[in-house]
C-alpha cells in the first residue's frame, strides 16, 4: 500500500516551458487536492476533484490545469511555466469531504529559471 | 474566509507536555478546526480535527474554547520526533485555509 505518489521528486523548468505533475493513489479515494508550498509559508489550493471525471478551482488556480479521468490519478499541468510557479507541489487525497483526513504525498519541487 | 493566529515558533523540552495555541476568532458555527504537522522536506500529516467538543486519538488531544474562537493541540509527551511545522487550519466550502504554522522546536 504506497499511499500518495508523486511523479517526478523534481524538476527545472525554463521559462515558458510546459509540464505535467502525476499524483496516484491506492485508498481508493475520492477526492483529491493539489496545493503549492511557497518558502515559509503554508499550503495553498490550486485545484481539487471530488470524483472521477470532476475538478474545481481552489484559491490559485490560475496558470494551473488539472485532469482526473482515473479515479485514482489526478494530474496538474502547467501550459506555459513562470518563475512564480517556483515552488513546493504537494498531492493529498480523502475518503470524502475536506472535514475528513487527507493524505499527502512526499511532494515534487519545482524551479522554474 | 476565516483564518488562525498561531505563534510562530515554541521550544519544549524533551519528554514534557506541549501546548500550542490557536486563535479563530471568525470562526463560523460549521467549521471544523484541523491540525496538521509537516516534519522537515516531508508532506504534512494528519494529527487531529473537532468541531466543538474536545478530541483525543493516539497522537494528541485537541481542547476547544466554549466559545470555539480559540483551540489548544496537546502533545502529551514530546519527543524530538515532534519537532516541526504545526498548522492549525479552518476549512471553508471544501477548502482547508492554512495559515504559517507553529515551529515546535525540541531540547533534548
Known amino acids: 500500500n504506497a499511499g500518495v505518489t508523486q511523479t517526478p521528486k523534481f524538476r527545472v523548468l525554463k521559462t515558458g516551458q510546459s509540464m505535467t505533475l502525476l499524483c496516484a493513489q491506492d485508498m481508493n479515494h475520492e477526492y483529491m487536492y493539489w496545493y503549492r508550498q511557497d518558502p515559509g509559508m503554508g499550503l495553498r489550493l490550486i485545484h481539487y476533484?471530488?470524483?472521477?471525471?470532476?475538478?474545481a478551482k481552489g484559491e490559485v488556480p490560475d496558470g494551473y490545469n488539472v485532469s482526473r479521468l482515473k479515479k485514482q490519478n489526478f494530474l496538474l499541468g502547467l501550459e506555459s511555466a513562470a518563475p512564480s510557479q517556483t515552488s513546493v507541489y504537494f498531492c493529498a487525497s480523502s475518503w470524502d469531504k475536506v472535514s475528513y483526513e487527507q493524505y499527502f504525498g512526499p511532494g515534487t519541487r519545482l524551479t522554474v529559471t | 474566509d476565516a483564518k488562525t493566529t498561531q505563534p510562530n515558533s515554541m521550544e519544549s523540552n524533551e519528554e514534557e507536555p506541549v501546548h500550542l495555541p490557536c486563535n479563530h476568532s471568525?470562526?463560523?458555527?460549521?467549521?471544523?478546526i484541523h491540525w496538521y504537522r509537516q516534519l522537515p522536506s516531508q508532506g504534512p500529516e494528519y494529527v487531529i480535527h473537532g468541531l466543538t467538543s474536545n478530541v483525543n486519538n493516539r497522537m494528541a488531544s485537541l481542547a476547544i474554547a466554549e466559545d470555539r474562537k480559540s483551540s489548544t493541540l496537546i502533545l502529551h509527551r514530546a519527543t524530538l520526533r515532534d519537532a516541526a511545522v504545526y498548522y492549525c487550519i479552518l476549512d471553508s466550502n471544501y477548502q482547508l485555509i492554512w495559515g504559517a504554522g507553529t515551529k515546535l522546536i525540541i531540547k533534548p
Open positions: 471568525t470562526i463560523s458555527g460549521t467549521d471544523y
Open positions: 476533484s471530488v470524483g472521477e471525471g470532476t475538478t
